[in-house]
């Protein structure tokens, strides 16, 4: 029996099964640590007793960036995160504790490419990345059959892209970097763009999603040439806007030019459920 | 006894030797495939004929794009370069064809990765990344101790950073993208630019070498934010100017703004023999 988080800013999913068919979930706001992990833990022991079986393993799939080398001595702990009171949390450690199993801890986004591979859009694929565009941008990068970490993970929101602000002059929502990927096309930075309380807001026909596909298009050109991967996997609320696939597609062919081939760009084949099932496939691989 | 091959777009670099230490090289232009490889061919058979001894493998870094997957029908040909006469051209064949030995093939920059990792600036690291900045910008890959292949290869030559055309109005020289990283940095791009005939022409402290310390710590912080590299290796002879080094790693760090850590950035441990190890380097392991 396995119990996966998925850890989002805003919201946290938990669940507990014993194959990804058969999962039990719950979910709630991401609050202090203290809170969110209390929570996490309740319903992992309320399962339990309803069972009346222990749990064999967690998966946690978090938000960063946190400390996901196992060899190191923070490994388990959120790490530089603008978000209030969890910088430097131990979010693996108290689980671990609590539950005395072992406990698996990569990104959010890298348990769901880890899910995606094992059961959704890039199943069988050995080179692909998955991104989602929601509150903020994040992506997972498998290359040759293996998750990307290097020193600590990739942190593609943070893309720098060509910006024409004679075309686009806002100046881009993201606290570090101003108009890096996130601060030009995560859900608030259109939402502050176009003054609406949320993109979801704009018609489908909207000049924002022109904009929008073009800066996609322009990070999945990076991502193409920095790691040749066979597919992207674009998910997340943002992407609920399925016109933009075909935009993003056709951008990406025009701005490689023939020199590169344009790699397949996907909706997620999990869905939303690409992080929780990534968190369980973490754990049941640990 | 192994045979290496360097091979740039303007010049090929031979060697043959049973280590490391004790290679004997021959450097020609490179010109059409035919006289190219004949060239290549003869070297080899003269250098058996000296030694009295044979090949026992060949090993090739090669400019690109070129098919480096040994499961594909076209292995080790070069494929869509703008190089006149080199588009679909067999390079491991004619080779493999004359030498009966196995031929390993990858790209120059790859092959130069493997070098660094083996004898030179990324020795002992799992994460680094190879560029050149010389007559084009190529770079090689290696994550978790794997050179990144993916679909084909990465061409980081063509990652697309910000271009603040009212800083630098100049439209970039890449045929196939205008104002990518190759577009914009390349030694022909600094010499167009700045109208000289060579971009080692202009004084230390031109202003060229700000912009293009800006132009590469941007491509570094696309690498950093995509792959997480433990290193960043600057190679060719653009960078053999070595005030840009310090200037670039001020950049980088600055960009970042302490949201992720700076790799280190340096010049390869080879120097000017990363390419030519590291095609003996690929022989050695095939």
């Known amino acids: 029996m396995i119990g996966a988080v998925e850890a989002g800013g805003t919201k946290i999913v938990c669940a507990v099964g014993t194959s990804p068919d058969n999962l039990v979930e ?33 998966g946690i799939g978090t938000f960063g960036p946190a400390d996901i080398d196992p060899a190191s001595a923070t ?3 959120i790490t530089t995160t603008p978000k209030e009171g969890w ?23 890298n348990a769901a490419a880890v899910g995606e591979g094992k059961w959704g859009a ?40 060509p910006h024409d602000r004679a075309a686009d002059p806002f100046a881009g929502s993201c606290p570090y970097h101003g108009d890096c990927l996130e601060g030009l096309a995560s859900g608030p930075a259109i939402g502050k763009r176009w003054n609406v309380d949320g993109a979801h807001l704009l018609p489908d026909d909207h000049e924002a999603w022109t904009l929008q596909a073009e800066y996609l298009a322009l990070a999945c050109v990076n991502l193409t040439v920095s790691l040749s991967p066979q597919c992207i996997i674009l998910g997340g609320g943002v992407m609920e806007q399925t016109q933009l696939f075909p935009m993003i597609e056709e951008r990406v062919t025009r701005v490689l030019n023939g020199y590169l081939e344009a790699p ?20 049941a691989s640990s």
């Not at 709630?28 to 339990?48: D, L, V, W, Y």
């Open 87 to 109: 910088q430097n949390a131990d979010f693996a450690g108290p689980l671990r504790d609590a539950f005395q199993v072992p406990v698996a801890f990569d990104t959010d986004v």
């Open 75 to 77: 490994f388990g702990r």
């Open 264 to 283: 397949a760009i996907v909706p997620p084949g999990l869905g939303n459920k690409a992080g929780i099932l990534g968190a369980f496939a973490l754990a």
């Open 122 to 161: 890039a199943k069988g694929l050995s080179d692909y990345i998955y991104i989602t565009i929601g509150t903020g941008i994040g992506g997972g990068v498998v290359s040759g059959g293996n998750v990307v970490h290097g020193r600590m993970h990739p942190e593609i929101g943070h893309l720098l892209i």
């Open 26 to 58: 719950e979910r709630f706001p991401t609050t202090t640590p203290e809170e969110t992990i209390g929570r996490i833990r309740s319903f992992f022991e309320a399962q339990q007793k309803d069972r009346g079986e222990k749990l064999n393993a967690i």
